[in-house]
């Protein structure tokens, strides 16, 4: 009797409605249901009340809540109703290690700042151990402030790349090649040498990028860039470097070269779709429409730009003509921080002062210019920087019940002019959670924070010490 009523109720669970529905769903590996879904796609489409299922580490449905819900199923679910699911943040420029010289000088032009402190600073300072303890640093800061993919360029980038892939955090990741010795690398053959051994090492990662990075036009040779560039065509890493940061930088190219940094670095068949250049404040004449041509993805450093006095880069001017640009915050002791929703709020203000017109760049764009406008300047366009079936799942979930966020008007505005980065409550990179109710869970917050104020003192006494001889 009792095995009969067993096989009864068995029998009624296994086809009651609910079960059936629930067979039938398509397990994936993650849900985020709830809230208002700002996807940034080509229509620009946000979703209410919107539904988000992650599988192997891609986006394979979004759209309303109830149809994500009837279709898919999930042990792992966040739950966003009230709050607003982004893309995640794009940090086209940095140098991550650097977070280790935040203050450490302010307030100076670019070459005094750099030749009389960072270069010195780095030289007496930069291993492998000194990089692993930035990078971990500026990691944390960037997946607090919503940052799922940088751009950097520096020195033992092999143990940057390490450290990344261990926080879960996706990257561009630039070995530096610099006609000076350095931490790593004494002569340019031992940096070719490097980054050959880095880009087979890291090619194919499923977060890291791998990159050569150049530091500029002024700091290595013609044939060093040439060589650089064919090496980008043959291994089909991309190639990161500043260009025309500065005035005198422009001014000495147009004396020692005969030509503007950018048409200089055209004119020696540097410039492709595979270059990434950060600042690019100075150009003239047919500069901008060289870029164009040529596909060269710029990043913008607006914050980094105002603190040198570099200048304001002519962003409007670059988006009109249709260059490829993003925005970044640049190593942090030029900014002093890694938080892009500063940077954004800082690109729309700054062109308006400086042009006179509040249209000039809307709160919209410069959204844009953190997400898909950044991927397209890391030629990433078809992996990162909008919520589309396909793409890979890096994505935000914000808090919108801060007390700087209320009321909510505007979705865009609220974003670029309100919200903060303490706002962000959880970050998903590759389907990976790797920040959930603002604890992070790649990182030990604790030893990170420790771990740099111990190379705070050790940095302060290296600089009291002369320099020792390369
Ligand atoms: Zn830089």
Redesign the pocket.
Known sequence: MRLLICFVLVTMLASSPSNVAAQSRRPVDLLVVGGSIVTMDGTRRVIEDGGIAVAGGRIVAIGPRAEIEAGYRSRQRITAAGKVITPGLING???VPMVLFRGLADDLDLQEWLTKYIFPAEAKNVSEEFVRIGARLGLAEMIRGGTTTYCD?YYFEDAIADETAKAGVRGVLGETIIDFPVADNKTNAEGMAYVEKFVTRWKGHELIVPAIAPHAPYTVSEAHLKAVRAFSDRTGAPIVT?IS?TKRELDDSVKDKGASPVAYLDRIGFLNGKVIA??VVWPQGTDIAILKRRGVGVVH?PQ?NMKLASGVAPVPKMLTEGVLVGL?T??AA?NNDLNMWEEMDTVAKLHKVFSGDPKVISAQQAFELATIGGAQALHLEKEIGSLEVGKRADLLIIDRDTLNQIPLYNIYSDLVYATKAADVQSVIINGRIVMRDRRLLTLNETTVKSEARTLRDKIIKSLATPASSP
């Open positions: 420029h940095t140098h360029m500043h940061e950060a600042h450093n980094s970044g640049d190593g030029s």
